[in-house]
């Protein structure tokens, strides 16, 4: 087992190396090729990982314990020391939280390079594209699966660069000072943040003498106050800027923007998800008592993040603004949950961390397809009724945007209400009252999103044809398109029929 | 090809509704769970059941879902392949509501029938009417919903479970009970347009008829009805929520009817017909008694047969006309075609009328006299609900009579007065009633729309029947009394050729418009202050740092002079200063 | 001997080379100031080869490869010193200054980083 | 005996230095260095470094000097007084070195106040050349590479401006 681990973790670093070395010339559609293979590789190899037990290790006190549950909780785990002398060690493993998680960016990957194969932006250069993506792609793996703070920590900052570059080579093709922008103050923002974590670390590490996260979460930095509550603060103001969490959002609609389409999948789909996952995996277990003294805190921004957010989607002119924003209020929502530190809403967080991914990713290709074939994303030039110029799009468009709001039946659903049950039966040690106001506050929120992604569907798909004459040269849903986004929707549905099949992965929590 | 797919599927579906209910009629209740996962404490899954309010509700959507499935084959060419897909996926979200054990499995049917409503009102989305209309279903329902989630929650974690067969009133302590059935109470109010949330369903009138018919007969808004009958023991647990539901209940009747009265179009007049029936059938649950209930799902039974015939047949005179608008129907009735030309249509739709409005004999009246006669002796037992009921009852049953009437005379008839009473629907140009329409074209629809409408007309008549006829003969003459008080004015008014429309009625109470400027406006407002926030607060703060970089970076350029000297002398300086201070830690 | 005569001896000759790499302008000038400074060390290795006998003649050998590293060194920096001069007319360290950066257009993406959204 | 010819010979180097770094006329600062390094040379042989102190003043002033003065003339340095031989930075260059002088001083006497120094005689050619050539064979290997390197440096910067000229 962790040989496919080490093996999935390794194969997409040493083939954007071997890309890289490969002479620019082996033409775009044979570098496209290649990443499908190896992304494709990397999925089968991540869902041979696929764990058939329940059970997390975090919040189980001893080893033994989890030997008389009858859970394994860690799977392919290695551990061998790094640098001995801080007492870092390389060591990697998964479990269930961790393994839906390596799915999805294994499996946005893979489309992202399927997707390629046809369709890739203006610029050119796809060889080099490719490449970063499965950097991309091994440094997120590497994020979810390790269990070491520094580890976590290094490559969390790996996926940075490579996301830089993807922003501002292959950005908007009209906007080269806008995209330039918008990456660097995407890269900027977020080294802040990495920055503050990593403080927090070493605040940790002075605490508790180790970066093992297995080790601290069997025995978490206890006290609410002082050096916890300045880590805890620390990490979490980290995390948010790469959730983000209003007020640290300001990166996100700009670099959602300005990215290629395969960019805005992986960015929403995957990168986004580092920041929820080391709040559920670092925060909650190692510091609960300074979590639990910040949750009020953290949920109350996370409000605000879901009606900013939505509101902030009302009035956007901009398809891929609108569904970057739209992603601002669902993280409010997997922040909320989280801040519940209930069963239900940390359920839900996760729930609704793997179906966001999902729908995000499925939005942004729509939005990707219909900027490719308008050349703007701006609403108003790109007009409406694309029900009578795009049907198959726009009726995709549509799906997607009913998933996104969280109809229930799909993906989107579930997620949304565990955290709202998270939050009306929030830890006993949190106040309720407050969480109550929070969840009736998110739950209009939730209205307010449906009505924004019906105003896209309105402006943007409905409408008399008649005024909108259909371009010359837009085609419906293409054949590349029709099977990269399959399994995306395939997916929406299966999850929001039958939840169960993530839910009881987690367990008991 | 697909659309052809479709057609078949749709109603091969219906079909296979209709035929489970036979098939379940008289098998014991039953229920199985299946999917579950835990959370904590709790089971989150799904889970059917079987009982006889199952059967039922299988049984009257099944046919209403038929009849419209069928009439669409004839109704609708355009777009039909999605259009019968959605309609199979309401059809079946009802269903799922109405075999639902669990209730996160009835809340996925419930939201996706909502999702499927604004998808079909949109239908003919090249209208503007059609598209705000359809958000605003959407809309309002969803704002239930919510409501309907928080109380889902209430009720399910103060008894423990989400199966609904296991929900047990005597578990739950008093507070969260009420707590619960009231937020249950908001979806029920968003989904069957009740008031305060009504507005969306006379909005949703451009979407196909048959849709209509579908949502207002059994689907969608008949859910509500449903829930409540469903969840019965919850329900009438709580006082409060009781009274309440029956103080909405009678306030949304008598508004429902009294916009009903001054509406100008065929459908609009139905749309609020159905949200004072709606009200009708909330009323008899509130009476929190078996009678109550039983009278309000008997009154649901009858009310889809006739609202479903009607709404078809309006569908008839859309498609056949063009149009559904009284001032355009009356042109053609003045030659006294229409009623000649749609000779079924016109048959099917009196008897439609008559049962919605009570005349003794059709279904309707039996069903209300049912709801009168329980509010009737809940009242004799010394209940204020029960005489509100009665009451509001009573008055709705003359309203109704009233409009019944008024739409039947002036679509089908030429009036007496003067002149054809120009002018009593055209506001602006009076003469332009007198263009002459070629009426030389009408003519009936073709058989797949009639089929439908010659069924439900023979329900809208036998269904009164076989629940037994037991009529208390005093109630039974009051309610004639009050139809033929209903029918006279509209009668009167009608052969002068004068059609009073108070402004207050025409504009229904304003509640459209104020909530356009209490809630649209303000989220729009905040919408463009976020907007202008985020990129003038918060992103101001990003800007300002990132300047800040640059001018800091501007001043430390100065101090790059090229001269090497002046660099040396720093970097000896530095070193001092180190020794210094190492020299101080150090002692 | 004491220890501290030559070693005090080093420091001072070692400060008024410091003093003159930083006061003097003639780039030549530098260079000698250098040589001072490179004869403190000196000194300083001498001395202490001749405190801790070691047998290797450490201290010496390392003196006599200082002397010979300043050879190159003055060769080289006179060469630049006479580079100066053919380009400028002149050897004035304090006047050359060509490393400043200079003054140019500001780069967009400085001044607008993270502008409107 | 070697301490009185040491303190001679310091003293002497100290004043040249002085002069070397203050003097208004740049040729005679380079003739000052001659004085100050033959100094040092002295304070060399005191400390029975005979060797080092051969080659002290056959490479320094036989060669080194000679090399300043050649550039002296070339870059046709005035004879006569300079009056702004140095920059205006000249005080605070002399704070710095005084208090760098201090500062190291200070560390000095600390360190070494007490030690003392019984120079034997280890200086002659033929044990610094023994050590040479036995146990540092490698660095002076080394070293001659890097002279050899600065040679060729010392020509390239000199051919290259005359190319660009051309």
């Known amino acids: 087992m962790s040989a496919i681990l080490l093996g999935i973790l390794a194969l997409p670093i040493l083939a954007a190396l071997a890309l890289w070395a490969i002479p620019a010339s082996i033409g775009d559609r044979l570098a496209a090729m290649y990443g499908s293979v190896i992304s494709g590789l990397v999925l089968i190899g991540s869902l041979l990982l696929w764990p058939r037990s329940e059970g997390w290790f975090a919040y189980v006190p001893s080893q033994d314990q989890l030997l008389r549950e009858g859970s394994r909780p860690l799977q392919a785990v290695t551990d061998v020391p790094w640098i001995p002398a801080l007492g870092v060690r390389f060591h990697v493993a998964v479990d269930s939280i961790s393994m839906p998680l390596i799915v999805l960016t294994a499996l946005l990957t893979f489309v992202c390079c399927l997707y390629s194969l046809k369709i890739t932006p203006r610029i050119g250069r796809t060889r080099s594209l490719i490449a970063l993506l499965l950097v991309i792609e091994a440094g997120v793996i590497g994020a979810f699966s390790s269990m070491d703070l520094v580890l976590f920590f290094v490559c969390f900052e790996i996926v940075l660069i490579p996301m830089w570059l993807v922003i501002d080579i292959w950005g908007d093709d009209h906007d080269p000072v806008g995209r330039k922008r918008a990456a660097n103050t995407f890269v900027l923002m977020t080294v802040l943040g990495s920055a503050l974590m990593l403080l927090g670390f070493l605040l940790v590490y002075r605490q508790a003498g180790t970066f093992d996260l297995v080790q601290l979460t069997n025995s978490p930095v206890l006290g609410g106050h002082g050096v916890p509550l300045a880590a805890a603060l620390l990490i979490a103001v980290g995390l948010a800027v790469k959730v983000p969490l209003w007020p640290l959002h300001i990166w996100l609609p700009d670099a959602h923007a300005k990215a290629p389409t395969v960019g805005s999948v992986l960015l929403a789909g995957v990168l986004l998800k580092l920041g929820t996952y080391g709040l559920i995996r670092i925060l909650v277990p190692v510091l609960p008592d300074a979590t639990a003294t910040m949750a009020p805190y953290l949920a109350g921004f996370a409000t605000v993040a879901i009606i900013a957010g939505s509101l902030a989607c009302l009035a956007q002119t901009d398809v891929k603004r609108l569904i970057a924003y739209s992603s601002v209020g669902h993280m409010g929502f997997i922040v909320l949950g989280i801040s519940t530190l209930s069963q239900a809403g940390l359920h839900g967080a996760l729930f609704a961390n793997i179906a966001h991914g999902i729908i995000t990713g499925l939005l942004f290709f729509l939005a990707g397809a219909i900027k490719d074939r308008h050349d703007t994303s701006d609403l108003r030039t790109i007009g409406r009724a694309l029900y009578a110029r795009l049907p198959r799009i726009g009726g995709l468009l549509t799906f997607a945007s009913l998933a996104s709001l969280g109809l229930p039946g799909l993906a989107g659903f579930w997620g949304e209400m565990l955290v709202l049950l998270g939050a009306y039966r929030p830890a006993d040690s949190l106040p309720r009252t407050t969480y109550l106001v929070f969840m009736v506050i998110a739950g209009l929120g939730t209205v307010l999103t449906a009505a924004y992604f019906l105003r896209l569907v309105r402006n943007l798909c409905q409408g008399d044809p008649a005024e909108n004459p259909a371009s010359a040269f837009a085609v419906d849903l293409s054949r590349i398109e029709l099977i990269t986004w399959a399994p995306l929707i395939t997916l929406t549905v299966l999850l929001g029929v039958w939840p169960g099949l993530l839910l009881h992965q987690w367990g008991t929590l | ?587 | 001997m004491p220890l501290i005569l030559p070693l005090l001896l080093a420091v001072v000759l070692f400060c008024i080379g410091v003093y003159g790499v930083l006061a003097r302008r003639n780039a030549i000038t530098l260079l000698m100031s250098f040589e001072l400074m490179l004869n403190a060390v000196n000194l300083n290795l001498i001395a202490f080869d001749a405190w801790r006998v070691d047998g290797l003649a450490t201290g010496q050998t390392l003196a006599v490869f200082v002397i010979t590293l300043a050879a190159a060194e003055i060769g080289l920096g006179l060469a630049i010193v006479l580079l100066l001069f053919r380009g400028h007319g002149h050897v004035d360290a304090d006047a050359a200054r060509d490393l400043a950066e200079q003054e140019r257009q500001e780069t967009p993406e400085l001044q607008e980083k993270g502008a409107a959204t | 005996m070697t301490t009185a010819l040491f303190a001679v010979a310091g003293a002497v180097a100290v004043v040249a230095a002085v002069l070397v770094v203050t003097s208004r006329r740049i040729v005679h600062a380079a003739l000052w260095l001659v004085v100050a390094l033959g100094a040092v040379a002295g304070c060399f042989g005191a400390l029975h470094a005979e060797f080092v102190a051969l080659v002290q003043i056959l490479v320094y002033v036989g060669a080194i000097v000679v090399l300043v003065l050649f550039a002296l003339m070339l870059t046709r340095a005035p004879t006569n007084p300079l009056p702004n031989l140095t920059t205006g930075r000249s005080p605070f260059a002399a704070v710095v070195a005084g208090v760098l002088a201090v500062l190291l001083g200070t560390g000095v006497v600390i360190a070494f106040g007490n030690e003392k120094v019984d120079p034997v005689p280890a200086g002659s050619a033929t044990d610094v050349g023994t050590a040479i050539f036995k146990t540092w064979v490698l660095p002076f290997e080394v070293l001659s590479v890097l002279l050899l390197a600065a040679l060729i440096g010392a020509i390239a910067l000199s051919q290259r401006k005359k190319a660009k000229e051309d």
């Open chain 2, 1 to 587: 090809m697909i659309a052809t797919a479709w057609r078949v599927a749709g109603v091969g579906f219906s079909l296979l509704v209709v035929l489970a209910a036979g098939l379940l009629y008289g098998v014991s209740p039953d229920q199985a769970a299946f999917l579950n996962s835990s959370v904590g404490d709790l089971t989150i899954g799904f889970a059917v059941r079987t009982d006889d309010l199952t059967v039922l509700m299988l049984a009257v959507v099944g046919v209403i879902a038929t009849c419209v499935q069928v009439y669409s084959l004839g109704y609708l060419h355009q777009r039909a392949a999605s259009y019968h897909a959605l309609v199979t996926l309401f059809t079946a979200a009802m269903v799922t509501v109405v075999i639902s054990d669990s209730l996160f499995f009835l809340l996925i049917g419930w939201e996706v029938m909502g999702a499927c409503s604004y998808l079909l009102i949109g239908h003919y989305w090249e209208r503007r009417d059609a598209r705000s209309g359809a958000i605003k279903a959407f809309l309002m329902t969803r704002l239930g919903d919510v409501g309907f989630l928080f109380g889902i929650f209430v009720l399910g974690l103060g008894a423990g479970t989400f199966r609904i067969s296991e929900l047990d009133p005597a578990a739950i302590s008093p507070g969260l009970l009420t707590g619960g059935t009231l937020l249950l109470l908001v979806g029920v109010v968003g989904k069957s347009a009740q008031v305060p949330l009504q507005t969306w369903l006379p909005d949703a009138m451009p979407g196909p008829s048959p849709v209509s018919a579908l949502i207002h007969a059994a689907t969608m808004v008949a859910a509500g009805v449903f829930l409540i009958a469903r969840l019965y023991d919850v329900f009438s647990a709580s006082q409060t929520t009781m009274t309440v539901l029956a103080v909405v209940a009678c306030v949304t009747m008598l508004f429902a009817a009294l916009c009903a009265m001054a509406a100008v179009e065929v459908k609009r007049v139905l749309a609020w017909s159905t949200v004072s029936q709606l009200a009708i059938m909330f009323s008899a649950l509130s009476l929190g008694t078996t009678a109550g209930r039983h009278a309000a799902l008997f009154h649901l039974v009858t009310h889809a047969a006739f609202k479903g015939l009607l709404f078809l047949c309006a569908g008839v005179l859309l498609h056949q006309v063009g149009s559904a608008a009284f001032v355009v129907l009356r042109r053609y009735t003045r030659r006294g075609r229409l009623r000649k030309a749609l000779r079924v249509t016109f048959v099917t739709m009196t008897i439609g009328l008559a049962s919605l409005a009570g005349v003794p004999g059709f279904a309707g009246f039996f069903s209300k006299d049912t709801v009168i006669e329980a509010a009737w002796h809940h009242a004799r037992d010394g209940s204020v609900v029960g005489w509100i009921v009665l009451v509001s009852v009573c008055l709705t049953a003359a309203f109704t009579a009233f409009y019944c009437m008024r739409m039947w005379l002036w679509v089908f008839f030429r009036t007496p007065a003067l002149a054809g009473a120009l002018g009593a629907f055209e506001d602006e140009n009076a003469t332009a009633d007198l263009d002459e329409p070629d009426t030389s074209k009408l003519r009936d629809a073709p058989w797949v729309m009639l089929a439908p409408l010659v069924l439900l007309a023979f329900a809208a008549i036998a269904l009164g029947y076989v629940d037994g006829v037991h009529l208390d003969w005093v109630i039974a003459s009051v309610s004639t009394v009050l139809v033929l008080l209903g029918a006279l004015p509209a009668y009167s008014l009608w052969s002068r050729g004068a059609d009073p429309r108070p402004v207050l009625l025409e504009r229904e109470f304003g509640v459209g418009t104020a909530y356009h400027v209490m809630f649209v406006v303000p989220v729009q407002l905040l919408a463009k202050l976020t907007v202008a926030g985020d990129r003038d607060v918060i992103g101001g703060y990003v800007r300002g740092a990132g300047r800040a970089g640059t001018l800091a970076s501007q001043g430390f350029r100065k101090l790059q002079t090229g001269n090497v000297q002046t660099y040396l002398t720093a970097a000896v300086v530095g070193v001092v200063a180190l020794a210094v201070l190492a020299g101080v830690i150090g002692s």
